[in-house]
């Protein structure tokens, strides 16, 4: 058995099924749970209509359309598929990683697995989930890799030189024109070309113009790429944002140094980001999610994980012999790693630095920044670590860091797990609320709480309304989404109550309806609650800030839903249908007392009461109570108002509820129950 396991180790495949063990076992646990975020939403409206892509992207970033479409074959309108498909463009990073840096520095294949260890799972990321977005950038942040080591074998390897060059020039120039982020770490490529010469008996001066000369080549497309991206290409609009927008750089360099103090703050901001990238996000690790912790498949993950790590550190490092020459190598190669890690800190976050974003700001969404500089950060924890000449105390350092960063991004992903309930739980209950929508209709929330990872209800919950209703969508989507501060943004609250155009477009995907077509929602399933579309009923409800009241008044639910859709959400996107709970029922005797369907409304409510489902927010029996009122059926009309008052908040909807439904009817044993509740007055 040991001499099984020392050819396997010693064929040189084994680093990357480590890899892929840790990338499986931290972001594979929740790959059939996590679903769309952010960004995911308008991109996968578009692959879903099958609209152009190359339109889609034309203004700002039109040459990525070849890779998002290739991708978008591959995931298709599959959620899961995607999440499956990051997963493995992950592994495919880390394992380009590893393989440019054993091409490097080939003595030191155990170090390697070290940094491309931390670079899998650092803290400082955690935009794994984010599935549709991020997908392209591993893609392309793995050519960058491949480049760097086809470059070095360019440089090694004489007889194919030429070959190994031109496929390291064509490498870079796949991930250089499509995407931005990775423009920065090109600066390093000289670097690396200095380092690949010192294999070479050459002196100095000899190899300071060898440097020179292969570098030449790279720096030049380089160049070329940034002219044509910035100066050269054509953009259909003037709102491009890397151009003409506020993430041009040469503008905020221009605004920069025509201020002193401004640019010392921003100094300090780039000195906190580096300080962020090598210390301080590690302090995002600690679990704090109980539930997370008491759940026995995390319990069981965590210790495959913890054995995976040990194990493999503890039987490879019992493999190396240390001998003196091997110190003397790896000692060389240690102040390589360092400066290199260093440098890749500084040019990898170019790109972030030259438009004013940061990661140390702690802004949802700006870990994307600090993806290019986790290479050099992998880079400088490794390089501190084979500074330690005892094995006992790499494992003291090694053991505990991986570990860290694999429990933070086991919890990060169960937080992105049940973020994906609620917008599951979100689309299910609008559609058994609001089964069709007229065209030209949206949806306008104050209040929805899963928002955390739909930062723009325009741009993010906007596409997520139009899929639910895909029947109705096309070229334009044909509903929409709206944020109540937009909206008070641009228009009065005179202005939306009396009926205005609202119009808004995510590139190629334009909208615009009148104010009057909108279905205000409420949703806060933190607080225990179903969704809400609110409407003139819920007018009483104590709890309305003045922006709330506003979507009382402006409610058309009335007019804009329909009762037959053309089909249900599509469940390779939303998933199965939530088992029947309260909320469907809510849902249901919601939309059947919109349709004064009082005999379908009491139907539901017996089921609610047999089945004993009750509610978090004993608010949603109202249209329970209005349906067993008008039907006459005062025993649990009764029962139920006893339930409602346990809230004494609610007093006031629910008299006016009794005296809205008895329609002047009053039977005396009932007239006395309202006296009794102060209903009469």
Known sequence: ???????????????????????????????????????????????????????????????????????????????VAW??????????????????????????????????????????YSLQPIAVTFSKAYLLYSLYFFSLGLMIKALLNIPK??????????????????????????????????????????????????????SLPYLGLLILAIVWRLFLAQYPSDNFYFVNGHHNPLLFLQNLLSNSQTMTEYIGTILRDIGYLLLFSWTKTPITEISLITQIKFLVISLAGAILVVFTYFYFFRQERETSAIHKVILHTEHQILLLGICAIVFGMIPAWSIGNNPSRLALFNDRHALAALSGVSLIIAGTFSTLRSNYYKGLLLVPLVMMAFFYQLQNGYDYYQNWKHERNFSWQLYWRAPALKPKSFVITDKVSFLKYLTTSEVHLGPLIALVYSNTSGEYPSQWAFSMDTLLHHHTPAEISAGTTLSWAVRTLEFSASSLNALPVFYDPAEGQCLWVITPYDVDYPYWTEEEHLLVEISAAQSVITLSPASVPEQTIFGLPPQENWCYYFQKASLARQQADWTTVVALGDQVIQQQFPPDDVYEWLPFLEGYIRTQKWEQAILITDEILSNPDYWKALCNCWLRSLEGKRPIEVNEFLNSISCNQ
């Open 1 to 79: 058995m040991r001499k099984l396991l020392h050819q396997f180790y010693s064929s040189g495949f084994w680093p990357y099924i480590l890899f892929a063990g840790l990338i499986g076992l931290a972001y594979g646990i929740y790959i059939s749970r996590w679903g769309l975020y952010y960004d995911d939403w308008p991109e996968f409206y578009v692959f879903y209509n099958r609209l152009s892509l190359f339109e889609y992207y034309q203004f700002d970033r039109p040459l990525i359309a070849p890779i998002v479409f290739l991708l978008s074959k591959l995931g298709g309108t599959d959620v």
């Open 83 to 124: 999440q499956i498909m990051a997963v493995l463009l992950r592994w495919m990073l880390i394992g380009s990683f590893y393989w440019f840096w054993i091409t490097l520095w080939p003595k030191a294949k155990s170090i390697g697995v070290v940094a491309a260890a931390i670079f899998s799972l650092h803290p400082a």
């Open 161 to 214: 030189s030429r070959l190994f060059t031109f496929f390291a020039l064509l490498t870079m120039g796949l991930h250089l024109l499509p995407l931005e982020y990775f423009w920065g770490l090109e600066l390093v490529r000289p670097l690396v070309v200095w380092m690949t010469l010192s294999r070479v008996e050459q002196t100095t001066k000899i190899r300071i113009i060898q440097t020179f000369k292969k």
